[in-house]
Structure formats: structure tokens, C-alpha cells
């Protein structure tokens, strides 16, 4: 196993390492979204090497992220991340409203969000969501919701992750693939239950209200759903 515990630099940042691998032989470490947040980690590269990766805490790995040089080949090893698209929505449009319609639009955002068990993260006058069903089903919830005259695009991940913090990061690609998975304290028969409905494409729960906006909003479950 070969130990990485730094990371050189970025084949697609920086204009060194970019001139540097022209021609270079470069071999490939693929990543999921949930992979990109462990400092550490083992994994092998597509040309087979044995990577142990063991980097600083809270350091994330980004894509083209070079993790191995060796001169006399010019052998590299560089990170490839297939981060999942995320709807980004443009909120700057709010601030040139009256102060009631954006306290109205940002509680009707906040709530159909929420409703859709739909992580987010806000940041510069923006809201990131990664896509965890068709493009198509996010646009329909924001046209049912009136929401169409806020500017939004659908973007690589890539893109979105140098712009976040690490905790950022963890909580936009980190976290579970399916949206319907959140968590409540139950009973051992009510797991029990649970899984078995779970095989048959149900879901379970004790009927409930809870909130996924930090209060702001709230709303119930039956026990199934």
C-alpha cells in the first residue's frame, strides 16, 4: 500500500501542475461523493495502485487533486470525483423586494424544500440542492410552488465544491442517497416492522410531526408513508 498523506496540488487549479502533466502518464483515483469526504480512507486507482489515504482532518479531497509525482517516469496520480448535479437557486432577486415578500418567499422556499426531505445548504445569496431525482421533478416542484420567477440552474457538483466548507461539503454530498432516509427513536418491534415493510416498498413510522428547516416549518407523518 502506498500512503498519501498530502495532497501536491490541483491539475485543473493550478497553472503549474497543469503545465506539468501535459504528456505526463497519468493514472486515475475515482471517487464517489461520499468517498471525497474521508480524510481517510483505502481505495485502488484504475491502473491498480494501492492507495491509503490519510490526510489531515476536515481536509476534503476536490477533483483534480494530484496525489502522487514521480519525475524520472512522470507518472501521476490525480483524483477524478463524480459528485452528483445540484440545483443551485439564485436568491439576490429577494432583496429587491418589499421586506413581507421575502419573509413570505423565503418561509414558502424553507417549507417545499423541507417538505421534499431535500437537503440544502445557503450560501452568497444562493441555495445548493443536490439532485437526488430527475431534473424534471425538481422543476415541477418549484413551478406547483410558484417558485419559477427565481432564477435556477442545474450544475456539476464539481463546480459547487470549491465553494463550500468542509461541514459544507459533508452535509450536501456526504450524507444518505435516498431522500426519504431520516431518523426517529423507535421501538425494537416498530424496527422489526419497519424492515419488513421496507421490503415490500413501504416505509414505517410512529405518526409524528417533525421539522427539516430547523423549526421554521413543521409537518406530520401517518405510520405509513
Known amino acids: 500500500?502506498?500512503?498519501?498523506?498530502?495532497?501536491?496540488?490541483?491539475?485543473?487549479?493550478?497553472?503549474?501542475?497543469?503545465?506539468?502533466?501535459?504528456?505526463?502518464?497519468?493514472?486515475?483515483?475515482?471517487?464517489?461523493?461520499?468517498?471525497?469526504?474521508?480524510?481517510?480512507?483505502?481505495?485502488?486507482?484504475?491502473?491498480?495502485?494501492?492507495?491509503?489515504?490519510?490526510?489531515?482532518?476536515?481536509?476534503?479531497?476536490?477533483?483534480?487533486?494530484?496525489?502522487?509525482?514521480?519525475?524520472?517516469?512522470?507518472?501521476?496520480?490525480?483524483?477524478?470525483?463524480?459528485?452528483?448535479?445540484?440545483?443551485?437557486?439564485?436568491?439576490?432577486?429577494?432583496?429587491?423586494?418589499?421586506?413581507?415578500?421575502?419573509?413570505?418567499?423565503?418561509?414558502?422556499?424553507?417549507?417545499?424544500?423541507?417538505?421534499?426531505h431535500w437537503k440544502a445548504v445557503t450560501k452568497n445569496n444562493e441555495v445548493y440542492i443536490p439532485l437526488t431525482v430527475e431534473t424534471k421533478m425538481m422543476d415541477s416542484v418549484m413551478r406547483t410552488h410558484g417558485f419559477e420567477h427565481l432564477p435556477y440552474a442545474f450544475i456539476s457538483g464539481a463546480t459547487v465544491l470549491p465553494n463550500l466548507t468542509p461541514s459544507e461539503a459533508r452535509l450536501l454530498f456526504g450524507g444518505a442517497e435516498e431522500t426519504a432516509t431520516h431518523v426517529h427513536v423507535a421501538s425494537p418491534q416498530d424496527k422489526l416492522e419497519a424492515a419488513a415493510l421496507q421490503i415490500k416498498g413501504q416505509y414505517l413510522h410512529d405518526p409524528h410531526s417533525h421539522s427539516h428547516d430547523n423549526g421554521l416549518t413543521f409537518h406530520s407523518h401517518d405510520a405509513k408513508h
Open 1 to 116: 500500500m502506498i500512503l498519501i498523506e498530502h495532497i501536491l496540488g490541483n491539475a485543473k487549479k493550478d497553472p503549474a501542475w497543469k503545465q506539468k502533466l501535459q504528456g505526463a502518464n497519468i493514472d486515475v483515483l475515482v471517487l464517489d461523493q461520499r468517498e471525497a469526504q474521508k480524510s481517510r480512507c483505502r481505495r485502488t486507482s484504475v491502473g491498480g495502485l494501492d492507495l491509503g489515504i490519510s490526510l489531515d482532518r476536515n481536509v476534503v479531497l476536490a477533483d483534480g487533486d494530484v496525489l502522487m509525482w514521480d519525475e524520472p517516469t512522470r507518472h501521476a496520480v490525480v483524483v477524478q470525483l463524480n459528485l452528483r448535479d445540484v440545483m443551485v437557486i439564485d436568491l439576490r432577486e429577494l432583496k429587491q423586494q418589499p421586506l413581507d415578500v421575502l419573509i413570505k418567499t423565503s418561509f414558502e422556499l424553507g417549507h417545499a424544500l423541507g417538505n421534499q
